[in-house]
């Protein structure tokens, strides 16, 4: 399989910039760790007390809850500047509130379990719960509105009853998981976070400002549906592919090992796979994390994130977007060797 080689620059199309690839990478200690199925230490199995007081109810499937330590919050206050207008504080030490709500979002009850380790039908069940949150999200004056199927919280109940529909109409949803120890997990029970917020964050952002600008350039062609028959078409770095989805080491890979799942055709958002591409989702995603998981034989960590239509946007943004995963591990050359971003 061809890949980016070590000491040339390549150009990211999706975030139009460039990176300088290199080989070498740190050493550290390989995950052995053996993990009871049950563990009443933790505050995601099932049965068990949070750190909030809420005791989790007995689930059997994927569970929804807020997070109790959200990184942002739906009652924020607003931030105020000291600094005059004009002055070189105020033009350089720039901030602003961020409010949103954040969930988590359990992949199974079995505490030693992983994405690789669960079956299709339960991968499917955790893209379901992905795809019912964001619809709940969505904006009534999106594109998207028209086609998502429900406009509730399903799935989504707690210790103490159903939780609550957002407060005020938030622009994106990112949804995400951090696998490892290496990646800042603190907790290995299988489970993601998914962040809404009043804001676009700065990766998303700088892709749509690229999927826009390609498809205004040439002429409402897909960038990245492009990309995708593209890479299908040469075969150099294509991981795994089914008939939705196109799992490729994309050409401006910052991490080795990095891999990006596309959808072939033009799917802005979750909300538009029928039942048989979300099944082909949880087919490559399966694919994918065993792969890592037997490449070095080790819990392969990662941090992997759903790039998707923003929750409130223009038509020209919500047509411009096109769904994909990126999986961003950090191992090198073998599961004890570390990449590492410098400079």
């Known amino acids: 399989m061809a890949v980016s080689p070590s000491g040339a620059r390549v150009h990211s199309s999706g975030k139009d910039h460039t990176v ?12 052995k760790t053996t993990l009871p199925s049950y ?4 505050y995601l199995c099932p049965g068990n007390k949070r750190a909030q007081g809420d005791t989790n ?41 961020v409010t949103g709500k954040c969930y988590v979002i359990t992949f199974a009850p079995v505490h030693n379990l992983t994405l690789a380790d669960l079956s299709l039908p339960e991968i499917l069940a955790v893209i379901n719960t992905w795809t019912d949150i964001y619809t709940a999200h969505i904006s009534p004056l999106s594109p998207l509105y028209k086609v998502s199927w429900s406009t509730t919280l399903p799935q989504m109940s707690s210790g103490n009853g159903r939780i609550s529909g957002p407060k005020e109409q938030y622009r994106y949803m990112q949804i995400f998981e951090n696998k490892g120890a290496a990646m800042g997990c603190s907790n ?5 976070q998914i962040w809404t917020t009043s804001g676009l964050p700065e990766e998303p952002a700088l892709e749509l400002d690229q ?15 492009e990309y995708a028959s593209l890479e299908s078409e040469k075969k150099d770095r294509v991981v795994f592919e089914n008939k939705a989805f196109v799992a490729v080491c994309p050409w401006w890979g910052t991490w080795p090992f990095e891999v990006m799942i596309v959808a072939r055709r033009h799917k802005r958002a979750l909300v538009d796979l029928d039942d048989g591409e979300k099944l082909d989702l949880a087919e490559v995603i399966a694919e994918i994390t065993t792969r890592y998981d037997n490449l070095f034989e080790t819990q392969f960590p990662y941090s992997m994130g759903v790039h998707q239509a923003p929750l409130e946007g223009s038509a020209v943004e919500i047509e411009a977007s096109h769904l994909h995963i990126h999986f961003y591990p950090p191992l090198l050359r073998s599961a004890t060797v570390r990449k590492f971003l410098v400079g």
């Not at 990184?71 to 504080?89: L, P």
């Not at 290995?188 to 993601?192: A, D, F, K, L, S």
């Open 20 to 31: 300088l690839i290199d080989s070498r990478g740190q050493q550290e200690a390989a995950s």
């Open 188 to 192: 290995p029970h299988p489970h993601g």
């Open 211 to 225: 999927l826009k600008k390609y498809r205004q350039e040439q002429g409402g062609l897909n960038m990245l549906e």
């Open 57 to 97: 109810p007995k689930y059997e499937g994927t569970y929804v809850f807020v997070n109790d330590y959200s990184a942002v919050k739906e009652a924020q206050d607003n931030y105020t500047r000291e600094d005059a207008d004009g002055s070189r504080s105020s033009l350089l030490l720039r901030a602003e509130a």
């Open 39 to 42: 563990d009443p230490s933790c």
